[in-house]
């Protein structure tokens, strides 16, 4: 049911996100639009190897993609490459209706049967995908 | 007999408040009927076969045409059947476009659809054209002001939608077609939002080229027209090769069929065509004046709720002069696409996004609109209903 979707604890991530806007220098950073609704994200990272030490996010997009980047801004730093693809095989396996490690995640679970809207919250961890090239 | 009671889908689901008809319309049963007695007792390929069911295929294929024809007063030949708008409008960007040279301009405007976009940036880059664009109004209408700037003597084609898929305004067609002519330019219209609400007399337009699609006027998705003068089709050279559009091929040489059929290679979508051909007759049968009484009737009470809704911006003409039912709105900052899951929570089917016109969206700073289009089996109920869910989005989204 759509009103599933908009739980408290979704809203919560979208509005309360931390490191929203822009990380000034950064070491990777990359923008990603959702051609069919145009959401637009951008994340920027600080790195020290291939560990995250720091990042931002810029979602222009729906309450979903907000969430993600919030759940992005809470959980990824300190993560290598190979946390990071964790991360987001995690974001793959609550879409499918599993459970997901990340209790955060399980927000999504409400996004399950509308598919629509799986690329709405896939497109921030995409974007840290290819920040961190995981 | 409510207009709402001859659409099978609005009747079998009576809570369902259907206001996307400017993505795809809904399907009256007649059209229903028509298509589904072709398939079941016609069936058959057309312009092949010399048995009596592919005889009955081709007589129904063309006796569409004849019906497209006659609905839209243009001669048959004029009529060429294509798989929608974009098609229509890729058409004329190879077959009319192969014709021009380096340097030479095409004029589109900020608002159109991408398909009256992204042709022509292909065919600019393919020859070397310009291309360039006229502005839109703080109203959401194409800004006619500019066309004595814009034009000049190696502008070629204007390419303008008759009204616009976002703000719903209504271009003013003989203004532009008497710009265009000054300077030798011809003009494509994209009439895909302009023909599911009434009859038109394309001809009398005095356009070159004028597309549309058939699932926005009540038929089968997959089918659609351009409409091209005939001496102006005549002089074209064929877009796609293959079946049906040629007189004789040798393997030096092909020699090419007259218009319509030089511009449909292969096997078309005949159901479709049949389908689209008894959508115009189906809309042929409808007391259009008091229908466009209706609509602007319902845009106007759409309009005045949606002015008392705290924090929303309505991009397009507030006014009801020289628009269509075709209404954008943005709610503060929250995205369309929220806007319209919440809405569907209350039964309301409405477009959220940026309605493949990214570049009228970055114009107005937007990242989409939420979308209401009013259609001839449009209720004040439907309209009620979105106001309703709006309330709500405001309330869990705010």
Request: proline letters at 5%.
């Amino acid at each position: 049911m759509s009103d599933e979707l908009y739980q408290e604890a979704l809203l919560k991530l979208a509005k309360e996100a931390p490191r929203k806007g822009r990380l000034e220098p950064n070491d990777a950073s990359v923008r990603l639009d959702n051609p069919l609704c145009g959401d637009r994200v951008r994340i920027d990272l600080r790195l020290e190897g291939e560990r995250i030490t720091d990042l931002a996010h810029e979602v222009r997009g729906c309450v979903l993609c907000q969430a993600a980047g919030g759940i992005i801004a809470l959980r990824a730093i300190g993560f290598d490459r190979a946390g990071v693809a964790r991360l987001c095989e995690d974001v793959d396996r609550v879409l499918a209706g599993g459970t997901p490690e990340l209790e955060e995640l399980a927000a999504f679970r409400p996004v399950v049967p509308h598919k629509s809207r799986h690329d709405c919250v896939r497109l921030p961890f995409q974007a840290l995908r290819q920040a961190a090239k995981a | 007999m409510r207009i709402r009671d001859q659409f099978p889908l609005l009747v079998s689901d009576p809570g369902l408040h259907y206001l996307d008809s400017g993505a795809s319309s809904q399907i009256p049963a007649s059209v229903l009927d028509t298509v589904h007695l072709f398939e079941t007792t016609q069936r058959a390929n057309v312009h092949r076969g010399v048995y009596r069911l592919a005889e009955a295929a081709t007589a129904a294929y063309e006796g569409a045409r004849d019906e497209i024809a006659r609905f839209f007063s243009a001669a048959r030949d004029e009529i060429v059947l294509t798989s929608g708008t974009t098609a229509a409008i890729n058409l004329v960007a190879h077959s009319f476009g192969n014709g021009l040279a380096a340097g030479d301009e095409i004029v589109i405007s900020e608002l159109e659809h991408h398909s009256n976009i992204v042709p022509w940036q292909m065919l600019r880059d393919r020859r070397g054209l310009v291309l360039k664009v006229l502005p839109v109004t703080e109203d959401g209408r194409i800004d006619l002001s500019a066309l004595d700037r814009v034009l000049t003597k190696r502008t070629r084609l204007v390419a303008l939608a008759h009204c616009s898929n976002v703000t719903g305004a209504v271009v003013d067609l003989a203004r532009v077609v008497a710009a265009a002519k000054s300077c030798g330019a011809a003009v494509l219209v994209d009439g895909a939002q302009r023909v599911p609400h009434g009859p038109l007399d394309i001809p009398a337009l005095g356009v070159d080229f004028y597309a549309f699609s058939g699932h926005k006027m009540y038929a089968p998705h997959g089918i659609g027209v351009l409409w091209g003068g005939a001496e102006r089709l005549q002089a074209m050279p064929p877009f796609l090769g293959g079946g049906d559009m040629i007189r004789r091929v040798t393997l030096e040489t092909t020699e090419y069929a007259p218009p319509p059929a030089r511009f449909e290679a292969g096997t078309p979508n005949i159901s479709g065509a049949i389908g689209l051909g008894a959508a115009c007759r189906w809309m042929t049968g409808l007391d259009w004046p008091a229908i466009a009484q209706e609509e602007l009737r319902l845009t106007g009470r759409l309009l005045d709720g949606l002015a008392r809704v705290s924090g929303v911006r309505v991009l397009g003409p507030l006014g009801l002069q020289q628009r269509i039912g075709v209404v954008s709105f943005a709610m503060g900052d929250t995205h369309p696409h929220d806007v319209a899951q919440i809405l569907d929570r209350h039964g309301v089917a409405c477009r959220g996004g940026h309605h493949c016109a990214q570049p009228l969206m970055d114009r107005f700073d937007l990242m989409g609109t939420t979308r209401a289009t009013i259609a001839p089996y449009t209720e004040a109920a439907d309209i009620d209903a979105l106001l309703v869910g709006l309330d709500e989005a405001r309330r869990v989204l705010g």
